[in-house]
């Protein structure tokens, strides 16, 4: 994912939909195909949790360019789903049906799941508890959705945040939907200025992390959750967001994050321009030009000066193949040199020095945006400085910046069948099940 700006995963995906295609895509469905809407909103009565047993559940949830999109949670494979006839749907793959079951008053309640040479799977639809949650934040209302798992007692909650791609609350539902198979109730919600919270989009770390000890106070005070663990989960720019707002709240208990972005965000954003070109077999020039792009770009945002130098930059390079790769606004009024203005001489390490809680940090061996050895570090020393022996860090070989399978650096360079790398998933829930048991 992008430090400040546009996630990797958005530039990178396959043709193939997978487990992490699925959960890192941006639903951002209503904005872009606005006749597709009421058509979308129907298909929201299937999507949800199905379980055939305690090993093996279903997620289905709206696709990025399907109508529905199945994960199998087991074996971290999914595929993109089209309708076919009432309540059927047939898989890219054209050797896999999902049908749909519904009780006698027409609410579906199951499903059907047939592939080719294996054996048929009946999924019983899991009643979790869906509510709508707003929480009052500085100047910003944040609106979303608070997901509970079946249970008599309060559970531990998750925090979920997304990278700087993530902008409303269905990018981020079926990481809760999982969390819920694992126990864990998790609240989702459209980001500050998107969907149905207000507020300015171009925030600063600040402001964002002020929204998420707005969500941790609201959510200490729901008689559903055990305000003893309340904890934060994020991904990329999430790490500058999520230890940040841990720092200043004590209403968050644990902080987990995906390939974390901690460094000076300006330094982070020229070596992540540096790294990707350079994985993509780009020249020595070609990664000045982009660098020289992003230094006019980062002056205008800075000190709204020498707008003409930025653009001539911006036009001269438009065409290049690798331009693709960066994220070059070509309106003066874009909200994201606002963003960039505020944020980009953030130094994480204040906030990492005021972190007393458990913290896990999770890298890949291949990610080009996040170096990992400048990510560990300087977790090492800011919790040093706090004096926090709870940090578990983990290097996830073969990952890269979305802790996908991959084989290396380059883009596009996946390991079939695409999903999440070994190892992630039982890093994360093995964490969290042992610090959820000892918070109190």
């Not at 929204?211 to 989960?233: C, H, M, Q, Y």
Request: hydrophobic share 40%; proline share 4%; glycine share 6%.
């Amino acid at each position: 994912m992008r430090a400040l700006f546009t996630d990797n995963i958005r530039r990178y995906r396959p043709a193939g939909c997978c487990l992490c295609l699925v959960l890192w895509g941006a639903l951002n469905w209503a904005q872009e195909h606005p006749k597709e809407e009421e058509y979308k909103l129907a298909l929201r009565e299937y999507t949800g949790s199905y379980q055939v047993d305690s090993r093996r559940t279903f997620l289905v949830s709206l696709a990025l360019r399907g109508e529905l999109a199945y994960i199998d949670v087991g074996s971290d494979l999914s595929e993109e789903l089209t309708k076919i006839e009432a309540d059927e749907f047939q898989a890219e793959d054209k050797t896999t049906l999902i049908r749909f079951v519904r009780d006698q008053q027409g609410v579906v309640r199951s499903l059907r799941f047939m592939q080719k040479n294996s054996p048929e799977a009946s999924a019983q639809r899991v009643s979790n508890l869906e509510l709508e949650m707003a929480a009052a934040s500085r100047n910003a209302e944040i609106r979303g959705m608070l997901i509970v798992p079946p249970s008599a007692n309060p559970v531990a909650a998750l925090i979920i945040e997304g990278g700087s791609g993530w902008r409303f609350q269905e990018d981020m539902l079926n990481y809760a939907r999982l969390a819920a198979v694992h126990g864990f109730a998790s609240f989702v919600w459209d980001r500050r200025g998107w969907g149905s919270s207000t507020g300015e989009r171009a925030a600063s770390f600040e402001d964002l992390a002020e929204d998420v000890e707005a969500i941790a106070a609201t959510l200490r005070r729901n008689p559903k959750i055990d305000p003893s663990k309340i904890g934060f989960w994020g991904f990329s720019q999430a790490g500058w967001i999520g230890t940040l707002a841990a720092s200043r709240s004590r209403n968050i208990g644990f902080v987990a994050l995906f390939s974390p972005a901690l460094c000076l965000p300006l330094r982070q954003e020229e070596q992540n321009i540096s790294h990707t070109l350079r994985a993509d077999g780009e020249s020595a020039a070609e990664i000045q030009q982009a660098l020289e792009l992003f230094h006019a770009k980062l002056e205008y945002a800075m000190f709204r000066s020498d707008w003409p130098r930025y653009d001539a930059l911006r036009q001269a390079i438009a065409q290049k193949s690798w331009f693709r790769f960066l994220d070059a606004p070509q309106d003066r009024s874009d909200p994201e040199f606002q963003f960039l203005r505020l944020n980009a001489h953030y130094n994480s390490l204040n906030a990492l020095a005021g972190v007393h809680v458990p913290l896990l940090a999770l890298f890949g061996e291949f990610d080009t945006n996040v170096t990992p050895d400048t990510g560990m570090s300087l977790l090492e020393q800011g919790l040093d400085l706090a004096g926090n022996k709870r940090l578990t860090m983990h290097l996830i070989p073969n990952a890269n910046h979305s802790l996908i399978g991959a084989q290396s650096s380059k883009p596009h360079d996946f390991i079939e069948p695409v999903k999440y790398a070994s190892g992630v998933w039982n890093y994360l829930w093995h964490w969290l099940a042992e610090v959820t048991a000892n918070q109190r």
